[in-house]
């Protein structure tokens, strides 16, 4: 079975500046792999650890995320596969989903592509459905839970929504997109980072995957964009005694009708 795990590169914090352009400016803030793409990725291995096969970690971003697939490798995704051109700079996220699905085409041999619902930078959650329908495949989209998952058949799943619990199946290949209640990301050993850290992963380019400028053209425009608002400061709670400090968390708390 041929699991693939799409992972995208985030700022650790929001910080961020917007550039005159409309485009995020995260410059000197750590990238870390998409907060939901680790409970994908972790989703991923535990059902390769059950039936066999591979688990290929694909992203599109610089050479600087290597690393990042390094890390995924090391947590138990058996292959990684990285997407890199001058003219994946400035994707939107159905162009981002057009990559994708070429690369995936090209590997030829996938049972089920693993998202996480949605990114921590843009939060459109639209990439998973854009990649199943241009790949003309079955969604899954707010997975919380795989009860079935039979390698060349079906899969049967949970989809967790808001205020109702979905089972729902569908045969292979198939998109997935997952919550983070569906599992808890392993870390992974020291032994096994120092036995990849020097993995190059295959780079494909806009060459590799037979796409053109009309391919990768965003579809979108962006008329406005703000940042973020920075975080509140939080409050000290002072007092004589833990007594008199928990009395006034409690006031505290009955006025903002927390409790």
């Given at each position: 079975m041929h699991i693939v795990v799409c992972l995208k590169q985030?700022?650790?914090?929001?910080?961020?500046?917007?550039?005159?352009?409309?485009?995020?400016?995260?410059?000197?803030?750590?990238?870390?792999?998409?907060?939901f793409d680790e409970y994908a990725l972790e989703e991923g291995i535990r059902w390769n650890e059950q039936h066999g096969g591979k688990v290929t970690a694909l992203s599109i971003g610089t050479t600087e995320w290597v690393e990042q697939l390094r890390r995924a490798l090391a947590m138990g995704a058996t292959?990684?596969?990285?997407?890199?051109d001058l003219t994946f700079m400035n994707l939107d996220t159905i162009a981002s989903a057009r990559v994708a699905a070429a690369a995936i085409r090209k590997l030829g041999d996938v049972d089920l592509v693993i998202t996480g619902r949605n990114?921590?930078?843009?939060?459109?959650?639209?990439?998973?459905?854009?990649?199943?329908?241009?790949?003309?495949?079955?969604?899954?989209?707010?997975?919380?839970?795989?009860?079935?998952?039979?390698?060349?058949?079906t899969i049967k799943v949970e989809r967790h929504l808001e205020s109702v619990i979905e089972t729902v199946a569908c045969r292979l290949p198939a998109v997935m997109s997952v919550v983070k209640d569906i599992n808890e990301p392993r870390y992974p050993s020291l032994l096994k980072i120092k036995r990849v850290a020097?993995?190059?992963p295959p780079v494909w380019t806009a060459a590799d995957l037979g796409l053109n400028a009309a391919d990768i053209t965003?579809?979108?425009?962006?008329?406005?964009?703000?940042p973020p608002p920075p975080r509140?400061?939080?409050?000290?709670?002072?007092?004589?005694?833990?007594?008199?400090?928990?009395?006034?968390?409690v006031d505290k708390l009955m006025e903002y009708q927390v409790i």
């Open positions: 985030v700022p650790r914090d929001n910080s961020v500046k917007i550039r005159p352009d409309l485009t995020i400016d995260a410059e000197g803030i750590e990238k870390i792999i998409n907060l292959d990684a596969l990285l997407l890199s990114s921590t930078d843009d939060e459109s959650g639209a990439f998973a459905p854009a990649l199943a329908r241009l790949l003309g495949w079955p969604q899954l989209t707010y997975v919380g839970k795989v009860l079935e998952l039979q390698p060349g058949g020097k993995v190059e965003p579809v979108a425009q962006l008329t406005a964009r703000v509140p400061k939080g409050e000290i709670i002072d007092g004589p005694d833990a007594a008199m400090k928990v009395r006034k968390l």
